[in-house]
């Protein structure tokens, strides 16, 4: 069984490495796919790359190990949130509303923000994909247990965490 180590030096020796000004020149062209694997605090650190699909290395890895399959993703933000991305969308919108709220008739948009983090977090997102996952993934339970369901806290610690 190859591990992801192995993948991804194969994966470099295939493609072929562009220079940043090659690679603004393919920007926007329907053949080509920027994938942007950098961490998030990457990320936020130094700008979006524009058009790009961004999905963390961590995830990236995890999901192309096949020794993960069935397993739970608990390193990285999955280790302080089951659900990074939902609340990571719910920020934007409080983003957003919080810039709308600077004038009168924006203070009206109160309800997109409060109805998009409640689908999220107790209505169709998150309920909705772990409806069925403890029975998908050993050990989910006890990831549960530990982790925050959307607001990123520190893990908890279980009993039997501390007593090996």
Aim: with cysteine; glycine share 8%; hydrophobic share 45%.
């Amino acid at each position: 069984m190859k591990t992801v180590q192995t993948m991804l030096a194969e994966a470099d020796a295939e493609v072929p490495r562009i220079s940043p000004d090659e690679a603004k020149g393919l920007l926007g062209r329907a053949d080509v796919l920027f994938l942007d694997v950098r961490e998030p605090a990457e990320v936020a650190a130094s700008g979006k790359v524009p058009g790009a699909v961004a999905v963390p290395r961590g995830l990236v890895e995890f999901r192309a190990d096949p020794a993960s399959k069935g397993q739970v993703l608990d390193t990285g933000l999955w280790r302080f949130t089951r659900h990074p991305n939902y609340f990571g969308d719910a920020c934007v919108w409080w983003g957003l509303s919080f810039i709308a709220f600077s004038a009168w008739p924006g203070v009206l948009t109160i309800l997109s923000p409060l109805a998009m983090t409640w689908l999220l977090a107790k209505g169709t997102g998150k309920p909705l994909l772990e409806k069925d996952m403890a029975s998908r993934r050993p050990g989910y339970a006890d990831y549960v247990r530990r982790t925050s369901g959307f607001v990123p806290l520190p893990p908890k610690k279980l009993a039997h965490d501390t007593a090996s």
